[in-house]
Protein backbone atom coordinates (compact mmCIF):
# COMPACT_ATOMS: atom_id res chain seq x y z
CA UNK A 1 0.00 0.00 0.00
CA UNK A 2 1.22 3.04 -0.93
CA UNK A 3 1.64 5.87 1.59
CA UNK A 4 3.85 8.84 0.09
CA UNK A 5 1.83 10.66 -2.07
CA UNK A 6 2.86 13.37 -4.60
CA UNK A 7 1.28 16.36 -6.23
CA UNK A 8 2.58 19.15 -8.50
CA UNK A 9 3.58 17.63 -11.41
CA UNK A 10 2.38 18.46 -14.98
CA UNK A 11 3.55 20.66 -18.20
CA UNK A 12 5.53 23.70 -18.29
CA UNK A 13 7.51 25.46 -20.60
CA UNK A 14 11.50 26.12 -20.51
CA UNK A 15 12.73 28.08 -18.51
CA UNK A 16 9.64 27.84 -16.02
CA UNK A 17 8.51 26.62 -12.64
CA UNK A 18 7.20 23.59 -10.59
CA UNK A 19 6.56 22.85 -6.90
CA UNK A 20 6.22 19.10 -6.02
CA UNK A 21 5.13 17.84 -2.92
CA UNK A 22 5.14 14.64 -1.09
CA UNK A 23 3.12 13.49 1.78
CA UNK A 24 3.55 10.46 3.87
CA UNK A 25 0.04 9.43 5.46
CA UNK A 26 -0.55 7.17 8.34
CA UNK A 27 1.38 6.71 11.55
CA UNK A 28 5.29 5.90 11.63
CA UNK A 29 7.75 5.87 14.61
CA UNK A 30 10.25 8.37 12.73
CA UNK A 31 11.43 9.64 9.09
CA UNK A 32 14.60 10.11 8.68
CA UNK A 33 16.53 11.37 5.04
CA UNK A 34 13.50 12.13 2.68
CA UNK A 35 14.32 12.84 -1.22
CA UNK A 36 13.36 12.75 -4.77
CA UNK A 37 14.65 10.63 -7.80
CA UNK A 38 13.50 10.81 -11.15
CA UNK A 39 13.50 8.63 -14.30
CA UNK A 40 13.30 9.84 -17.57
CA UNK A 41 12.49 7.58 -21.08
CA UNK A 42 15.34 4.65 -21.56
CA UNK A 43 17.06 6.05 -19.09
CA UNK A 44 17.95 4.65 -15.11
CA UNK A 45 16.10 6.39 -11.76
CA UNK A 46 18.88 9.06 -10.61
CA UNK A 47 18.80 10.83 -7.45
CA UNK A 48 17.97 14.13 -7.43
CA UNK A 49 18.04 15.76 -3.94
CA UNK A 50 17.96 14.43 -0.32
CA UNK A 51 17.49 16.17 2.70
CA UNK A 52 17.91 14.50 6.48
CA UNK A 53 15.51 14.84 9.19
CA UNK A 54 17.66 17.84 10.65
CA UNK A 55 17.78 19.84 7.34
CA UNK A 56 21.06 19.01 5.50
CA UNK A 57 20.75 18.90 1.47
CA UNK A 58 22.22 17.28 -1.27
CA UNK A 59 21.86 17.82 -4.76
CA UNK A 60 22.35 16.15 -8.15
CA UNK A 61 25.52 18.31 -10.34
CA UNK A 62 22.65 18.77 -13.18
CA UNK A 63 19.87 20.37 -10.91
CA UNK A 64 22.41 22.49 -8.24
CA UNK A 65 21.42 26.39 -8.43
CA UNK A 66 17.77 25.62 -9.42
CA UNK A 67 15.88 22.69 -7.58
CA UNK A 68 15.48 23.59 -3.81
CA UNK A 69 14.62 20.67 -1.68
CA UNK A 70 12.71 21.33 1.94
CA UNK A 71 10.60 19.76 3.97
CA UNK A 72 7.89 19.98 7.26
CA UNK A 73 8.69 17.18 9.70
CA UNK A 74 5.26 18.03 11.41
CA UNK A 75 3.64 17.49 8.53
CA UNK A 76 5.75 14.50 6.88
CA UNK A 77 5.98 16.15 3.90
CA UNK A 78 9.22 16.94 1.48
CA UNK A 79 9.02 19.33 -1.20
CA UNK A 80 10.90 20.16 -3.95
CA UNK A 81 10.76 23.50 -5.98
CA UNK A 82 11.83 23.34 -9.55
CA UNK A 83 13.10 26.66 -10.85
CA UNK A 84 14.83 27.50 -14.15
CA UNK A 85 13.46 24.18 -15.70
CA UNK A 86 14.85 22.70 -18.71
CA UNK A 87 13.37 20.10 -21.57
CA UNK A 88 16.60 17.73 -19.76
CA UNK A 89 14.46 17.81 -16.51
CA UNK A 90 11.45 16.00 -18.51
CA UNK A 91 10.70 12.63 -16.54
CA UNK A 92 8.78 10.98 -13.42
CA UNK A 93 9.77 12.12 -10.07
CA UNK A 94 9.58 9.98 -7.50
CA UNK A 95 9.80 10.45 -3.39
CA UNK A 96 10.93 8.66 -1.07
CA UNK A 97 11.62 8.33 3.00
CA UNK A 98 13.39 6.61 5.13
CA UNK A 99 11.11 5.09 7.66
CA UNK A 100 12.03 3.52 10.71
CA UNK A 101 8.84 1.52 12.35
CA UNK A 102 7.76 0.81 15.80
CA UNK A 103 8.69 -2.72 15.59
CA UNK A 104 12.28 -0.98 15.01
CA UNK A 105 12.62 -2.14 11.81
CA UNK A 106 13.73 -0.04 8.95
CA UNK A 107 12.39 0.62 5.35
CA UNK A 108 12.24 2.75 2.23
CA UNK A 109 8.80 3.92 1.20
CA UNK A 110 8.36 5.30 -2.34
CA UNK A 111 5.70 7.41 -3.83
CA UNK A 112 4.16 6.19 -7.14
CA UNK A 113 5.35 9.19 -9.01
CA UNK A 114 4.59 12.30 -10.50
CA UNK A 115 5.05 13.00 -14.26
CA UNK A 116 7.03 16.41 -14.97
CA UNK A 117 7.25 17.67 -18.95
CA UNK A 118 9.27 20.89 -19.76
CA UNK A 119 8.50 21.36 -23.32
CA UNK A 120 7.38 24.81 -25.38
Known amino acids: QVQLVESGGGLVQPGGSLRLSCVRS????????MGWYRQAPGKERELVAT???????NYADSVKGRFTISRDNAKNTVYLQMNSLKPEDTAVYYCYADEVLYTGDDRRSWGQGTQVTVSS
Open 26 to 33: GSIFKINA
Open 51 to 57: ITSGGST
